[in-house]
């Protein structure tokens, strides 16, 4: 969705003044202590935090403005750690993590966000490291992480982005901020239909606070589902509402055969030690699991996640259609956790240098031409360049134009990897081939071949290629597909190439007097020995895309190289998800063609703890950090950074829903 940045002005006190609904943001008198008072203390905080017996509280947002509901929150979670390390101290408990969710249609840009946050030096410290973390504005969920913070920034109208956030019967959410433009201004927001939601989203006991105490929005409440009280109002405003979630109704938001259920246990076997086992040793450990990574190699990082310099770039599309927008979501979680990972000190050779898509051809011309006209990705995201601009860029001769990704580069991957399970504090046990997985009513048996089995409470298959030969995922439509990747030595002008090429192949800038140059695809094809045939179907596709250059016709390679096996999709979609008992589920949803009411079908029949993550194809780089997070909160229980129309896109049983909806099977 095209998301349109908020048009502000500030008043005479320096409020910020929000011109499409004729009103500021927060009190002229002072924001930061009504924020305090109206959502803070009226929804209980910090007593609650003190009192929960959750690994994670949840609070919801309905209008994430400037953030200083945000920053108030998280400044107070932070200084309740003393109250934190005494209630261990005393036996009690305390919510070791803050989850805040909020939603917002006319984001500030980040100029106006970083100007009106100076009204708060007392929170310079979170200011900053929100504006460091502030993502494009790009419809669908942003989730930044800080340290036992996490915030879920969804941009886009709240009627629609509510119903997206998947909920199991236990709710979701712990408190509600009901903020936004007064009732008067902005009555879109204010509906029955908001109301419902957040009744659907609520845990039992949920509280709400909003500084209104418009009649209409009480009885809305009350109406859905939430005990209503008036209170006392912030300053001069003498009423406002809080109160507590005491009859909501349970409702069916989602598919049933799109189950996203969590799992029992904390002992974690991770089958595979790629992009995607890794990512999923830190979203685990981050969540207080015991890890183990197994590796079928003697190191990690031996598959398809082995190259030297892999281009980091999301694959967009004309339209914003649920491949491309998944992409685009990826890449932001996914550049966000690697800047941290190096500002943490955790190194790897990188270079943010940015991507160029070259248009090689009219067709493609014509092509980025339709994306640029249809404006629908923000220009920090990516944008047009003329041929000047395009070579100017790559600091090489390059008579194309095309689209330019800013924040895009390449990393070797070996290296990330090492550094992710650095992170995670994960030993990788390696030479482990997985030949058998036995379900018992504790969890799993591992069984190796000539190594003694093992038992973990949870199993997640990370396994890329090699998931074509586990039973449970027989019956999963994965591909595998050979690619071969040339290291050629640099050479002249291309020694002075600062970004990453993209034409129908890619060309890297140097790194140790070496560049990548890919990458073929042939499928069904498991042989990774190095083929000269290949050699030259690389340079081939090079000088044919770019014609134009005379560089292009002299690069010549020395029979140095890497080929590896990817796994793709018929669709293209990484696989993400609890492992379906496909034989049952054809019996459970034989009648799914007849499209009958939700309440008809029955959950699906899953093998119990044990989930998969394979799929990703040659955009891993890209898609692991974000599919690994989500995986890792769907076994936690916890908030997902995804919705449910990209969720169920990724869930592993989707081909056989399709299938039976379609009467092909």
Not at 259 to 270: N, Q, T
Not at 329 to 354: D, N, P, W
Not at 601 to 626: D, H, I, Q, V
Request: proline share 5%; aromatic share 10%.
């Amino acid at each position: 969705m095209t998301i349109k940045p908020a048009k502000i002005v500030f008043n005479q006190h320096g409020t910020p003044f929000a011109n499409q609904f004729d009103d500021i943001y927060f009190s002229n008198q002072s924001g930061l202590l009504e924020s305090q008072f109206v959502f803070l203390e009226n929804n209980a905080l910090p007593q609650r935090w003190l009192e929960s017996q959750q690994s994670c509280f949840v609070v919801a947002e309905t209008g994430f403005g400037t953030g200083l509901n945000f920053l108030t929150c998280w400044s107070l979670f932070e200084q309740t750690q003393q109250l934190r390390q005494d209630a261990r101290q005393h036996g009690s408990t305390f919510c070791p993590r803050l989850h805040f969710i909020s939603v917002e249609k006319y984001p500030l840009s980040k100029d106006d966000l970083a100007e009106t946050l100076k009204c708060w030096p007392e929170l310079a410290e979170f200011s900053q490291a929100l504006l460091a973390q502030y993502p494009p504005l790009l419809g669908g969920c942003h989730r930044l992480v800080f340290d036992n913070v996490i915030l879920d920034l969804w941009f886009g109208d709240i009627a629609e982005v509510l119903p997206q956030w998947y909920c199991t019967d236990s709710g979701l959410v712990d408190a509600w901020f009901l903020d936004g433009f007064a009732p008067g201004k902005n009555p879109q927001m204010w509906s029955d239909a908001l109301f419902t939601q957040m009744a659907r989203l609520a845990k039992p006991k949920c509280t709400f606070a909003t500084f209104t105490a418009a009649g209409f929005v009480r009885r809305g409440l009350q109406q859905a589902g939430f005990e209503v009280k008036k209170v006392p109002g912030f300053g001069s405003k003498r009423e406002m509402l809080a109160g507590t979630l005491t009859n909501g109704t349970a409702t069916i938001s989602h598919a049933p055969y799109f189950d996203r259920s969590c799992a029992a246990g904390k002992h974690v076997a991770i089958i595979g030690a790629g992009l995607a086992g890794a990512n999923l040793a830190v979203s685990l450990k981050n969540r207080g699991y015991q890890v183990d990574v197994y590796c079928a190699d003697q190191d990690a990082a031996s598959g398809a996640s082995g190259n030297r310099q892999g281009g980091f770039y999301p694959q967009l599309h004309v339209e914003q259609n649920n491949a491309s927008l998944l992409q685009a979501q990826c890449f932001g979680f996914a550049l966000r956790r690697y800047q941290m990972l190096l500002k943490t000190g955790y190194a790897f050779a990188h270079q943010f240098c940015g991507v160029l898509q070259l248009a090689f051809n009219d067709a493609i011309e014509q092509r980025y031409r339709k994306m640029r006209e249809n404006d629908v990705w923000p220009t920090e995201l990516i944008r047009s360049v003329n041929d000047q601009q395009a070579e100017q860029i790559a600091n090489i001769p390059l008579p194309y134009s095309g689209l330019y990704i800013p924040d895009g580069g390449w990393i070797h991957l070996p290296q990330l990897i090492q550094a992710l399970l650095a992170k995670a504090q994960t030993k990788v046990i390696t030479q482990h081939q997985l030949r058998q997985l036995t379900q018992t009513d504790k969890g799993w048996i591992l069984h190796w071949q000539d190594q003694a089995a093992t038992q973990a409470d949870i199993v997640i298959l990370a396994t890329g290629h090699n998931s074509i030969h586990i039973q449970q995922l027989a019956t999963l439509p994965l591909r595998p597909v050979r690619g071969q990747v040339e290291n050629i030595t640099t050479q002249p002008p291309l020694d002075k190439l600062d970004t990453v090429l993209c034409h129908k192949g890619y060309l890297t800038p140097a790194y140790n007097g070496k560049q990548a140059l890919g990458s073929t695809y042939i499928k069904n094809d498991l042989d990774c020995d190095y083929r000269r045939e290949e050699q030259h179907t690389n340079l081939a596709v090079l000088r044919k895309a770019l014609a134009k250059c005379d560089w292009a016709a002299t690069v010549s390679a020395d029979n140095q190289g890497r080929a590896a096996i990817r796994c793709s999709t018929p669709d293209h979609l990484p696989v993400m998800g609890q492992v379906p008992d496909t034989r049952q589920q054809q019996q459970q949803y034989q009648d799914l063609y007849k499209a009958l009411p939700l309440n008809h079908y029955p959950l699906p029949e899953n093998y119990a703890n044990l989930f998969c993550l394979t799929g990703l194809g040659s955009r891993g780089l890209c898609s692991a950090p974000l599919l690994a997070e989500t995986l890792a909160c769907q076994i936690s229980g916890q908030p997902l950074p995804l919705s449910q129309t990209l969720l169920d896109g990724l869930n592993p049983n989707r081909f056989l829903v399709r299938a039976l909806q379609r009467r092909e099977i």
